[in-house]
Nanobody, 116 residues
Framework: QVQLVESGGGLVQAGGSLKLSCTAS?????MNWYRQTPGNERDFVAG???????NYADSVKGRFTISRDDATNTVYLQMDSLKPEDTASYYC?????????????WGQGTHVTVSS
């Protein structure tokens, strides 16, 4: 069982920056960020596998940067040039692999509001 604790959400003006953090209680093969707005599905934002293989949703490419610190099992999401449409609850996701079996874990979410 892996527990995820997120932090860093808040209110920011358009064009500003925020940095989200998510610390896992154990090692994960891959860590991702998703976001969700009321009435909508949870959408992929960014992911990192191992130490350097990253992937981003088209809507955040060039503005968001995902990174991880394996020493502390923490993944970060640096969000720059924020837009009102980035307003959402952001969820950390960790994927663990044991003997070929994969498990998904989710954080409780942290809310980001971008004002225009």
């Amino acid at each position: 069982q892996v527990q995820l604790v997120e932090s860093g959400g808040g209110l920011v003006q358009a064009g500003g920056s925020l940095k989200l953090s998510c610390t896992a209680s154990g090692r994960a093969s891959a860590m991702n960020w998703y976001r969700q707005t009321p009435g909508n599905e949870r959408d992929f934002v960014a992911g990192i596998i191992g130490g350097s293989s990253t992937n981003y949703a088209d809507s955040v490419k060039g503005r968001f940067t995902i990174s991880r610190d394996d020493a502390t099992n923490t993944v970060y999401l640096q969000m720059d040039s924020l837009k009102p449409e980035d307003t959402a609850s952001y969820y950390c996701n960790a994927i663990t692999e044991t003997d070929g079996h994969y498990r998904n874990y989710w954080g409780q979410g942290t809310h980001v509001t971008v004002s225009s």
